[in-house]
């Protein structure tokens, strides 16, 4: 156990008094950045890097060691669970991942083992420690997750999906075998966070990445429920400090008082909504992350300030903020973008937090 | 003139009494059709059939004739507009539309002619006539276009996207530039809307596809503030009675006090948003059309029965509320669902209507 250097993260995601608001971003270890691409030929393909532990660590820390940014975020995908749960999860040059076998009906759910995640997952949570070892307290390591109902939408598909035309339909025919489906997938990622946690991960997120897919009715049963068993099931205290859960559902604005009521420390949001009003509805059960525009990272270093600025000013005064993007940096950013974003964060931020 | 047989969709537009919830489709006029794909086939491709009013029209009338719909659709392309402001549109098999001069600079927005529909879009304007000569008066005809900022996103962009790289940046970097382009956009759309309501439209409806791609600040001053001019803009009247419009902000369910207050006449609704809540927030100012989850059309009769009786529901008594999809119906649904679906509207809303 070191000390940490840097904990603004856990102190902003617990509400407590920061100095300046801390900043990471999703993706940050990816494939906008040299290092990264260079360090993923090496590896030979994407599966190889998340099942490489000194891979992994390795590209964990790219962007902590090019930017002062206030977190390191586990790499890894988040069909690893699936893929441990016998899916066989394999990657096409140019698709997106597939499963070699997708659960299509009763026996394919009744089959699925819940995993044990210090045998199957073993390279994630060697990942963990590699990564905890090297920061060596410098900023605090994230680790993640799918949501469960995220996970069964790839299980059921076989793969993406734009419509989720199997996942959907057996939501709407059979909710009683999605049920199942979700509830293994549950206990699954609970021992799989739980592990991480175990392993040194400092603070949690829940990628919910497919719950705004959802209608409002559907996201309450298949997708908060199961995210509220999480926050509800996890080891929340570690290294004698909490271990704070951010929940993300892509698309879920509408839906923030919900997600508020699970208990979750913190909520982040895409850049649909409004930092300020959302930070009106949830009042102080929750720290909020988010929410720029990831594609403002494509505008000049100058604009990306003014844009930065306005979110800040959104927020307002006081703690309780992780500035992050509203969702993944894309890949054609130019890092330098990147930098100036986080500058202008930790600059422009200091007068809210006086 | 002909007295309409049935102008349920014209009276549940203003909250007018009806004896059942009107219910008409998102691409009721499209592939999933076998009467369709025969067409096309026959017409050689997608923009030729655009482009051809007696084909326009076939294809626009073929879901009326298959079902008891309340209300045909104008067959045709957003990008229409754009077409005719001289960027050249063209589809290239299995990819999405193409401009052959998309708008990048000053100088291109600078050129860019506001066209006079009835010479420009002649083809459209005669569709409108045709179809309105071949319905005869039995279900009212709606036109449409894009929103002002959805069209540009195609025009800078040269066509569809994920990120917005072009467009964004430009809103980012030259929020002054993009203002010019959505007010000649607007103007565009305005006489585009005009000209199809003197052809014979008997209600409007702006699909603003990509105005949830924004942030909230982002779509009030580039997307809704444009959304209001053409509303204020637009002929209200015709052949003695109201021309209603519909905005439909995809992924604005947290913006829909905003667009009430344009001065629509109704809101069109995707699926994440839970219609009796938005009920409850837009007040008696505007009608709500909505809000089935396209892709329960791929579960069984059954349960589509299932689903429309909880949005019906959801929406409770009163009139003001036309049935639709969320979003357009999927290519690969059976036309017995959407049949199930009609019926389901039709038969289990009379008790609402009472």
């Not at 070191?2 to 900043?23: F, G, H, Y």
């Not at 070892?133 to 109902?149: D, E, H, Q, T």
């Not at 879920?252 to 909504?273: C, K, V």
């Amino acid at each position: 156990m070191t000390e940490l250097e840097n904990d603004r993260l856990l102190r902003a995601l617990c509400r407590q008094p920061v100095d300046v608001t801390p900043v990471w971003m999703m993706r940050q270890a990816g494939r906008y950045l040299p290092e990264y691409r260079a360090t993923r030929e090496r590896a030979g393909d994407f599966l190889s890097l998340c099942k490489n532990p000194e891979l992994a660590c390795e590209v964990t820390l790219q962007p902590v060691e090019r930017f002062p940014l206030d977190a390191a975020i586990l790499f890894s995908d988040i069909l690893t669970v699936p893929d441990a749960m016998g899916l066989g999860l394999y990657f096409e040059a140019g698709e997106g991942p597939r499963f070699q076998h997708p659960v299509r009906d009763e026996r394919d759910v009744e089959r699925l083992p819940v995993p044990d995640p210090e045998a199957e997952l073993g390279y994630v949570m060697a990942a963990v420690r590699t990564i905890r070892a090297a920061l060596a307290g410098r900023v605090p390591l994230l680790g993640f997750s799918g949501s469960p109902w995220t996970l069964a939408t790839y299980m059921v598909e076989g793969g993406s999906s734009q419509t989720f035309r199997r996942s959907k339909r057996m939501l709407y025919e059979r909710p009683d075998l999605m049920h199942r489906l979700l509830d293994k997938v549950t206990r699954a990622v609970i021992a799989y966070l739980d592990a991480q946690i175990a392993a040194g991960a400092q603070a949690i997120m829940v990628f919910d990445t497919w719950g705004g897919a959802l209608s409002t009715r559907a996201f309450r049963e298949f997708s908060l429920a199961y995210l509220e068993r999480i926050v509800a099931g996890l080891t929340r205290e570690a290294e004698g400090r909490r271990v704070p859960v951010i929940l993300f559902t892509k698309g879920g604005g509408l839906w923030l008082e919900d997600l508020a009521a699970t208990g979750a420390d913190a909520l982040g949001l895409d850049w649909s909504t409004d930092i300020g009003q959302a930070r009106h509805r949830v009042g102080d059960r929750v720290a909020l992350q988010g929410n720029l525009d990831p594609s403002v990272l494509y505008a000049s270093p100058a604009h990306i300030r003014e844009q930065v600025a306005l979110v800040l000013d959104d927020y307002g005064p006081g703690s309780g903020h992780v500035f992050n993007l509203g969702h993944g940096i894309h890949p054609e950013v130019d890092p330098e973008h990147a930098a100036a974003m986080i500058e202008a964060v930790h600059d422009l931020s200091r007068r809210y937090h006086a």
